[in-house]
């Protein structure tokens, strides 16, 4: 398991590495250089803000997707949100994801797998949005095969993912008993704990069954893509780049949809080449969109991943817990029992309505 732990990694750097390349190639630097020693940074602190107002509905969006597992108060889901996104800043192949599925689980007393099934079900959201974003955007401001490509692998994997979720959660008992024929291929001392995960998994799935946490959950993670846009228009602002709002949509699809293939630590790599991409075919200069990118970058992952240290002292973690996988026991998330199957849960306060 380590060894496949180790090749994965060496992927996501070689991936990363690729990017970089073809990131920096033909870039201007000097040019670059020249965007940001002009760049207005005071566009920076209000950027940031409407960054972090984006995080909030996203961990609204969790959750209302962890209802049906307990009733995740909003600051603590804040919180472990900020957690997994300062993981995935620092571990490779986005294990930070990971990260808040097992703290959930480990920390607040719930399954684990069923933990896992919201977070994995937020990523198909997250692609969701984002390539329809591309889809709706692309013809208008032109795509080249990079991009063309990217929409492609993009729209079939979460479009489809997406479906089959749904699918999963509409038809349980079916979903249920076509998983339950695949454990004909598991030993026999494993198909219990199989069953016990193919439980869980299908319990994380509960919220896609109400309409109106659908409804909720869609519009939070429409509005946190939206909220993250803004941010990108604004740190824009910061460079002068005279380009409209939906070139800072589409820019927000390129670049967090590059983000789904294994890379190294935060993205870096496939977040600058495509966010570069999108804006030199809407016109911006070689050099300010290399300026733009690597600015770009740094703004939405130093802010983050300095408040999900301060995050993981907030809850009472350690940082060998969060990045080594070390459990020290129950801590006080507020959580309330949910109503329907799930799991056991700890009451401590309000949460989205």
């Known amino acids: ?17 690729l990017f970089l390349g073809l990131f920096l190639w033909r870039a201007d630097l000097p040019a670059a250089g020249r965007s940001l020693t002009g760049a207005n940074y005071l566009w920076l602190p209000p950027a940031l803000a409407v960054l972090f107002i984006g995080v909030w509905f996203r961990s609204l969006r969790w959750a209302y997707l962890m209802r049906p597992l307990g009733r995740l108060s909003a ?30 689980g480990e920390r607040c007393r719930l399954t684990k797998a069923g ?64 998983l339950g024929r695949l454990l004909r291929f598991v030993p026999d001392r494993w198909r219990p ?61 390129a670049a967090n949809l590059a983000l789904s293939a294994p890379s190294s630590q935060a993205g870096i790599g496939p977040f600058e080449f495509f966010a570069k991409e999108v804006l030199v075919l809407a016109g911006v200069s070689s050099g300010a ?23 993981v002292w907030a809850l009472g973690l350690s940082l060998a817990e969060v990045l080594g996988g070390k459990s020290q026991g129950p801590m006080p ?8 199957p799930g799991g056991p849960g700890m009451m401590g306060g309000g949460g989205p309505q």
């Not at 398991?1 to 590495?17: D, H, P, T």
């Not at 290399?290 to 939405?300: E, F, Q």
């Not at 998330?333 to 329907?340: F, I, L, S, Y």
Request: charged share 10%; proline share 3%; aromatic share 10%.
């Open 333 to 340: 998330v507020p959580m309330e029992r949910a109503a329907g």
């Open 289 to 311: 969109a290399t300026a733009y990118a690597l600015a770009l970058h740094t703004v939405v992952i130093i802010p983050i991943t300095i408040a999900g240290f301060y995050s």
């Open 193 to 253: 704990r199989a069953w016990e995960l193919i439980g869980s998994f299908l319990s994380g799935l509960g919220a896609l069954r109400s309409p109106r946490l659908g409804v909720l959950i869609v519009a939070s993670t429409a509005l946190s893509w939206l909220l993250e846009a803004v941010c990108y228009y604004m740190v824009g602002i910061a460079f002068n780049l005279g380009v409209s709002f939906p070139v800072y949509l589409s820019v927000t699809a």
């Open 115 to 178: 933990a896992l099934t919201t977070v994995l079900a937020e990523r198909a959201f997250d692609g969701g949005v984002l390539v329809i974003f591309l889809l709706l955007l692309g013809p208008f401001l032109g795509v080249n095969d990079f991009l063309r490509g990217l929409m492609i692998v993009a729209a079939a994997i979460f479009l489809a993912a997406l479906v089959l979720l749904y699918a999963a959660a509409a038809w349980q008992d079916r979903a249920h008993r076509l």
């Open 75 to 104: 600051q603590s889901a804040f919180l472990l949100v900020i957690v997994g996104a300062m993981a995935n800043n620092i571990l490779p192949v986005r294990a930070g994801d990971v990260v808040r599925a097992y703290l959930a």
């Open 1 to 17: 398991m380590s060894f496949l732990r180790e090749r994965r990694a060496w992927l996501g750097v070689g991936i990363s590495v």
